[in-house]
């Protein structure tokens, strides 16, 4: 017997699904097109939305998710963490590099995780919050490689050389087939760095960052 589910929850989350996908906004006739339900369901649904800070309307009226999601995209920070770390820890510690998990946060990479090895006597800092552009360094590109948008250098990784920071190396490779989430897995490092060697490690550790947030 097919589990019980509430239409209002499930039309009010299609709601936000759609203009999460179009950030020029919708007005709420190509909303409610887009969602398959009447006007006046979707009114009622935005306006509950907005009151939760979750959709917003602008002075042409159209309507777009609003900043309230960012709380709970933040909230699941932590999750990722945690759940990413054991695989980070492995990666860092096999090749004595910093390795990072990093989300796409609008048009910027941002690392939410990072391992140093404990074992290595220099290795890069990476702080947990840094940010740069999607197009630059080569987390963000890697991001860019799970949507489609950049080709890969081989074997479905990406590989930078002093793009954000003089003498670093990275390798990242594209976190995929989680609904709902883009993120890559990387490493970064001063000085040499095999990138057909590690290249594949780092592929094979998104890989199984997925299974686990799967």
Do not use: C, K
């Not at 990479?109 to 197009?135: C, K, M, N, Q, S």
């Not at 993120?183 to 094979?204: H, M, N, Y």
């Amino acid at each position: 017997m097919a589990a019980e589910t509430s239409q209002t929850l499930d039309r009010g989350l299609r709601v936000l699904e759609v203009l999460a996908g179009t950030p020029g906004g919708l007005t709420i006739t190509n909303l409610a097109a887009e969602v398959g339900v009447n006007r006046t369901v979707v009114y009622r649904l935005v306006a509950t939305l907005e009151g939760h800070g979750l959709a917003r309307r602008d002075a042409a009226g159209l309507v777009h998710v609003g900043l309230g999601v960012l709380s709970l995209a933040r909230g699941l920070q932590p999750v990722l963490r945690e759940l990413a770390g054991p695989v980070l820890r492995s990666l860092a510690e096999e090749l004595g590099m910093t390795a990072h998990l990093t989300v796409a946060d609008g048009g910027e990479a941002l690392a939410i995780a990072v391992v140093e090895p404990t074992w290595t006597d220099f290795h890069v800092g990476y702080r947990v919050g840094a940010r740069h552009p999607l197009g630059q360094g080569a987390a963000g590109r890697a991001i860019l490689l799970g949507r489609g948008e950049a080709q890969p250098g081989t074997d479905g990784y990406v590989e930078t050389a002093g793009e954000l920071q003089a003498g670093a190396r990275g390798v990242a490779a594209p976190v995929t087939g989680v609904d709902g989430l883009e993120a890559s897995v990387g490493i970064v490092t001063l000085g040499e760095l095999d990138a057909r060697t590690v290249g594949p490690l780092v592929v094979a550790a998104a890989g199984r960052v997925a299974a686990r947030l799967a």
